[in-house]
DNA sequence: CTAATAGTGTCTATCAGACACTATTAG
DNA sequence: CTAATAGTGTCTGATAGACACTATTAG
């Protein structure tokens, strides 16, 4: 083990000065989703270099980068992906997870709609939560916690992330929030328990089998 | 802004590496505690270096350290505590929030026995969480989210961080709790609430004022 | 008409909050 | 005895879950 004195420099005016080895830091960031017509949680994956294969998209922070632009750069990079807002985390510290050398990387989430991930190309695809695939880097556990992030905050308030559009119906939202909980919501319950945190617009669906249903905003 | 090519390295063999400037990384806790015959949390600070005056206690990461040890070995050294198990919180990343350089700081948060923080040096103290005073790197934000993420725990069970010992009364249980929510509880919705996350050990308190109390243990 | 979906009335069991009561000790 | 604290019975209002009912559309 290395002591103290080891890392101990003097600067050009000949102050004390201590610094460290320092970690390389990187982001990763599970992206849930709902394929239209499925109705279990998936995970966006990226093909990274070398044999690694299938992983969550991420990267290295750049200096003095915010750890949110690295986010988003890696996303939009990685993923083709824009405008979204994912949520810190844990840090994951194993000094052996990274292969590469001492990575700390910072865990994000969000759930968004699928819409935004279909960009179909060679480098990404869905895979269901509950069976990803192997990983590196550890990326099995983030997901995991990932998903128990996104179910104890969608029990709470409607879509919190995101995944519907503005204006959507009941039915929409009880089907987003089954898909995230996985388990199937009563319809009766989950109205009156979403109630007190929507708005409703007024305006009515049309064209689709049955009585038209109101579209409702976030309060 | 660099470009990605100013970071291309190559290592003795000719293959190619990246390696961009690392930031330092520091872990910062906050300590959260009830003074003896107080009915408001407190926070744990140290005097630091310089003219920098009261702030958490806190440390830089070690090469190849866990984030863990390094709080560890900070509150060890800075507050003279052992045998702790914070909780890791957050990550502050604003790239200026540190004079001396570019600094993450992973937060950590803990609720503990004020006897493990009453060593009474001149370079510790005790101050309320709601009057912190001024404090460097940004602290006062992290004591703001630790009491926030007490408050949410101490609300489903009891004193999950064990800042009571093994047994206790529930008198004792309650003011711990309205100490760390910010309010008064009543003594018997409380006592049904807990009721069932509580072992009675049978004993039962003697020598006090009033009828004895039993004691009981987190199941 | 029937099938399908939207939305609501209502019953029940549970539970939090509040109040009051009994129980057991010190002095 | 009184004062103080522990612990519980019980009422009430709110709410989740469940079931059934009405409402409104397509075809």
């Given at each position: 083990?290395?002591?103290?004195?080891?890392?101990?420099?003097?600067?050009?005016?000949?102050?004390?000065?201590?610094?460290?080895?320092?970690?390389?830091?990187?982001?990763?960031?599970?992206?849930?989703?709902?394929?239209?017509?499925?109705?279990?949680?998936?995970?966006?994956?990226?093909?990274?270099?070398?044999?690694?294969?299938?992983?969550?998209?991420?990267?290295?922070?750049?200096?003095?980068?915010?750890?949110?632009?690295?986010?988003?750069?890696?996303?939009?990079?990685?993923?083709?992906?824009?405008?979204?807002?994912?949520?810190?985390?844990?840090?994951?510290?194993?000094?052996?997870?990274?292969?590469?050398?001492?990575?700390?990387?910072?865990?994000?989430?969000?759930?968004?709609?699928?819409?935004?991930?279909?960009?179909?190309?060679?480098?990404?695809?869905?895979?269901?939560?509950?069976?990803?695939?192997?990983?590196?880097?550890?990326?099995?556990?983030?997901?995991?916690?990932?998903?128990?992030?996104?179910?104890?905050?969608?029990?709470?308030?409607p879509?919190?992330?995101?995944?519907?559009?503005?204006?959507f119906t009941v039915l929409e939202l009880r089907q987003v929030h089954a898909?995230?909980?996985?388990?199937?919501l009563q319809k009766d319950t989950f109205r009156r328990a979403m109630d007190p945190h929507l708005i409703g617009?007024?305006?009515?669906?049309?064209?689709?089998?049955?009585r038209?249903a109101e579209l409702f905003?976030?309060?």
């Amino acid at each position: 083990m290395a002591s103290k004195a080891d890392y101990v420099y003097r600067d050009s005016s000949g102050r004390r000065l201590i610094d460290y080895p320092r970690p390389s830091v990187a982001v990763d960031t599970a992206l849930l989703t709902l394929a239209p017509g499925d109705d279990t949680l998936s995970v966006l994956q990226v093909k990274r270099g070398g044999e690694r294969g299938w992983a969550l998209p991420g990267t290295f922070l750049h200096e003095r980068e915010r750890l949110m632009e690295a986010v988003l750069r890696s996303l939009r990079d990685k993923a083709g992906v824009r405008g979204l807002r994912p949520r810190q985390l844990h840090v994951y510290d194993d000094p052996v997870r990274d292969d590469r050398g001492w990575v700390l990387s910072v865990a994000h989430v969000m759930v968004v709609p699928a819409s935004l991930l279909m960009t179909r190309s060679s480098t990404t695809r869905l895979m269901p939560v509950d069976g990803p695939g192997q990983m590196p880097y550890g990326h099995g556990d983030i997901i995991a916690m990932a998903v128990a992030d996104a179910r104890r905050r969608y029990q709470e308030l409607p879509d919190p992330d995101g995944l519907l559009p503005d204006r959507f119906t009941v039915l929409e939202l009880r089907q987003v929030h089954a898909a995230v909980v996985g388990r199937d919501l009563q319809k009766d319950t989950f109205r009156r328990a979403m109630d007190p945190h929507l708005i409703g617009t007024g305006e009515m669906t049309s064209g689709t089998r049955g009585r038209p249903a109101e579209l409702f905003q976030r309060r």
